[in-house]
């Protein structure tokens, strides 16, 4: 039963540190995605993956990078992070017919 | 462009009280879904109920309902006899057909239930 898994739950960086965040779906979705939630802004989409193989930027990509590593698996990389990033990271699934969004439990990043 | 408007920063309501968070959209395409999330203190993300832009029938989950006025563009959610564990923040959302299966959010409205 467990759904969208996302690690680490919590995480503190200092500026410039790099970290990947990871996660891993077990309903054999093929659409996956990342959001950050802040407050007042709902959530905003970082990166999207439709399939396996292929993946697109949403609305706010800058200092990102994500790897569709197979089907179950899409993650997202900080590679020198910054303030800014300081969020909630949120990974989802969805199936292809209404396209209903799964989410994982999410990640609160602080950059320092 | 696509938008997902909910007007409604917070709300108290009392207990056993219905309650109906208000959620406009604005798409000049024909097929689109519409989707309500709830987001407890906890922090998860949870899927609530779903309406497709040409289902005639109005969405219904348990005491969650979806009242999907087309021509005005609107999909509000009503919970009927609210409960304490109903206090959380709730999200609208939007998905258009053909753009890839993204989805767009509002900026979510905040449910207080008073005991």
């Known amino acids: 039963n467990a759904g969208v898994t996302q690690t680490p739950k919590f995480q503190v960086l200092k500026t410039g540190q790099s970290m990947t965040l990871q996660c891993a779906q077990d309903?054999?979705?093929?659409?996956m995605y990342w959001y950050r939630q802040d407050p007042g802004m709902g959530l905003r989409l970082i990166y999207y993956?439709?399939?396996?193989?292929?993946?697109d930027k949403g609305e706010v990509p800058n200092g990102y990078n994500v790897s569709r590593l197979n089907k179950r698996e899409f993650s997202l990389r900080l590679e020198s992070a910054a303030p800014s990033q300081t969020s909630v990271y949120f990974c989802?699934?969805?199936?292809?017919?209404?396209?209903?969004?799964?989410f994982g439990a999410g990640t609160r990043l602080s950059v320092l | 462009a696509q938008k997902i408007t909910q007007t409604q920063p917070g709300m108290f309501v009392q207990e056993k009280e219905a309650v109906t968070l208000d959620c406009t959209y604005d798409?000049?395409?024909?097929?689109?879904?519409l989707f309500w999330y709830k987001q407890p203190s906890s922090g998860e993300m949870i899927f609530l109920i779903y309406q497709g832009s040409y289902d005639e029938q109005n969405a219904t989950e348990g005491r969650y309902s979806l009242n999907f006025q087309k021509a005005r563009k609107s999909a509000n959610l009503v919970i009927s006899a609210s409960q304490l564990g109903d206090s959380a923040m709730y999200f609208c959302?939007?998905?258009?057909?053909?753009?890839?299966?993204?989805?767009?959010f509002g900026k979510g409205t905040r449910l207080h239930i008073l005991p």
């Open positions: 989802a699934s969805s199936e292809n017919t209404k396209n209903i969004q799964y």
């Open positions: 959302a939007m998905r258009i057909d053909g753009r890839d299966d993204k989805i767009i």
């Open positions: 798409t000049s395409d024909q097929s689109y879904g």
């Open positions: 309903m054999n979705h093929n659409s």
């Open positions: 993956s439709a399939s396996e193989g292929t993946t």
